[in-house]
């Protein structure tokens, strides 16, 4: 069974910067990924996806502020995450898109002052 794994989530201040990871215990050639969010009292949803050649898609709210990438070999997906604003505090997951397995445990974004 697969298994993800996120890190770098944390608290950081309105206009601060994180970079999440994602590692996935098995492969990711010819799989389209993503990142998805879940605020308290939200539905979990997309934030960003990677197609297997590379081109991306985000949420609106976050166009021009996050980026995902990918490194097949290394099994990994990433999310920039830039300007981030207190809107954008959630639990982060990677994930397959669409998503069809098991979720890992998340990654916690917190931004406030």
């Known amino acids: 069974q697969v298994q993800l794994v996120e890190s770098g989530g944390g608290l950081v201040q309105p206009g601060g910067s994180l970079r999440l990871s994602c590692t996935v215990s098995?492969?990711?050639?010819?799989?389209?990924m993503a990142w998805y969010r879940q605020a308290p009292g939200k539905q979990r949803e997309l934030v960003a996806r990677?197609?297997?050649?590379?081109?991306?898609s985000y949420l609106d709210s976050v166009k021009g502020r996050f980026t995902i990438s990918r490194h097949n070999v290394k099994g990994a997906v990433y999310l920039q995450m830039d300007s981030l604003k207190p809107e954008d505090t959630a639990v982060y997951y990677c994930?397959?898109?669409?998503?069809?397995?098991?979720w890992g445990q998340g990654t916690q974004v917190t931004v406030s002052s």
């Open positions: 990677i197609t297997t050649d590379g081109s991306t």
């Open positions: 994930n397959n898109y669409p998503s069809t397995g098991a």
């Open positions: 098995g492969t990711i050639f010819g799989i389209y």
